[in-house]
């Protein structure tokens, strides 16, 4: 029996967007009205994949799958485990990245949701492989505003969020079909249709003592 490993597509809701977020948003809804309405549900401006460690966890959390956080130094921080990958220009990223899950989703954990699915552990391995070897490249600023043109107009070599999730998506069997061209909407869309609707990363914040 193949070994399998649960991994999340996370995607995140636009509050306060700026700069790519926010013409992502506007252009993807524009887009979206006029295309596929059923995509307009999905309000998303970025996705990533988060990966779990090597436990199989996400995060900490209780018997209802709501995240506990741990108080330190009068702060409060998620315990989230795991890493991220896409591609991005947030924070000090230029594209395509591997970072820790608490650095991309802690701050704010309540603007993602996630979709969850299950792959086969040794497929992941040597896709993981490959996906190693294209951090560093850059992101596609021009490509996003190519989602639904009949030719695609990004460059071969640079990459933007949902579409190198979708590259992902293809090497694991997730998505049978390769989607050079997808918007985090239509990303949400299409992985709902076949994993369920998006839940929150987090419903609510529990504070437990260290």
């Known amino acids: 029996m193949e070994a399998k490993t649960k991994i999340r597509f996370v995607f995140h809701k636009p509050k306060g967007e700026r700069g790519v ?17 059923k995509v307009l549900k999905y309000n998303y401006s970025h996705e990533e ?4 460690d090597e436990q199989g966890r996400f995060c900490k959390c209780n018997n209802e799958g709501i995240c506990w956080t741990r108080k330190k130094d009068r702060t409060t921080a998620p315990m989230i485990f ?4 896409s591609s991005t220009t947030r924070g000090d990223a230029e594209g395509v990245r591997f970072a820790p899950a608490v650095n991309v989703l802690g701050n704010h954990l309540r603007r993602w949701d996630y979709i969850e699915c299950e792959v086969d ?7 993981l492989e490959e996906a190693n070897k294209l951090v560093g490249a850059k992101y596609d600023f021009r490509g996003i505003f190519g989602f639904v043109l009949p030719l695609p107009i ?26 050079k061209r997808v918007s985090p909407r ?14 929150p990363c987090l419903g609510s914040l529990i504070t437990v003592k260290p």
């Open 121 to 127: 552990s040794e497929r992941l391995e040597v896709v």
């Open 154 to 179: 990004q460059n071969d070599k640079k990459w933007y969020c949902s579409e190198i999730c979708g590259w992902l998506k293809f090497l694991l069997r997730v998505d049978n079909k390769r989607r």
């Open 49 to 52: 994949v988060w990966l779990p």
């Open 186 to 199: 239509r990303a949400a869309y299409l992985l709902s249709k076949k994993y369920g609707q998006p839940k």
């Open 21 to 37: 977020g926010k013409a992502i948003v506007g252009w993807t809804w524009l887009l979206g009205l006029f295309y596929n309405w």
């Open 82 to 85: 795991g890493r991220c990958f």
